[in-house]
C-alpha cells in the first residue's frame, strides 16, 4: 500500500497564504504560516530539521537544515528570490537524498501566482517497470 501524496494538501495551503500575504515577505514569515496551516490540518511537520551528512561513516554536523518536514515523507524548501537557480534544486534533491525522503516541494513565494513558483521532485525517481504484454 502506497502512502498518500501529501503534495496536493501543501500546494493548496502554499496557495491560500500566498493569497492572503502576497508576495514580498521574508522565507521565514512563510515557513511560519505553511508549518501552522499544516499542523492546523492534524500534519506532524518539523521545520528546520537538520540535515545529517555521513562522510566516512562519520556523521557530521553542517548547518544542513530542511526548511519543512512534513509527515516524514515530504521536504519542503521556501524561497523569496526573484528566479530559482538549479543550487535551489541541488538543495532540495540534497536533501531528499541525505533524509532518504522520497518527494519535495521547492516553493518560490516571490510571484505573482504562485502555481508559477512550484516545482516537485522526487528522489531517485526511477520509471516503473513495462508491463509484457
Not at 15 to 26: A, D, E, M, V, Y
Not at 122 to 130: G, S
Amino acid at each position: 500500500m502506497h502512502a498518500r501524496d501529501l503534495t496536493p494538501e501543501v500546494i493548496g495551503t502554499a496557495i491560500q497564504i500566498h493569497r492572503k500575504l502576497g508576495p514580498g515577505l521574508l522565507e521565514s514569515a512563510y515557513e511560519a504560516c505553511l508549518a501552522y496551516e499544516l499542523q492546523k490540518l492534524r500534519l506532524h511537520v518539523e521545520r528546520q530539521r537538520p540535515v545529517p551528512l555521513v562522510y566516512e561513516a562519520v556523521k557530521l554536523d553542517c548547518g544542513f537544515r530542511a526548511d519543512l518536514v512534513v509527515e516524514n515523507r515530504l521536504v519542503v524548501e521556501c524561497k523569496c528570490k526573484e528566479v530559482l537557480h538549479p543550487v535551489d534544486e541541488a538543495q532540495l534533491l540534497s536533501h531528499l537524498r541525505l533524509l532518504n525522503i522520497p518527494v519535495g516541494l521547492l516553493i518560490n513565494f516571490h510571484v505573482a501566482l504562485l502555481k508559477d513558483g512550484i516545482k516537485r521532485m522526487v528522489n531517485n525517481y526511477r520509471e516503473p517497470p513495462a508491463e509484457n504484454l
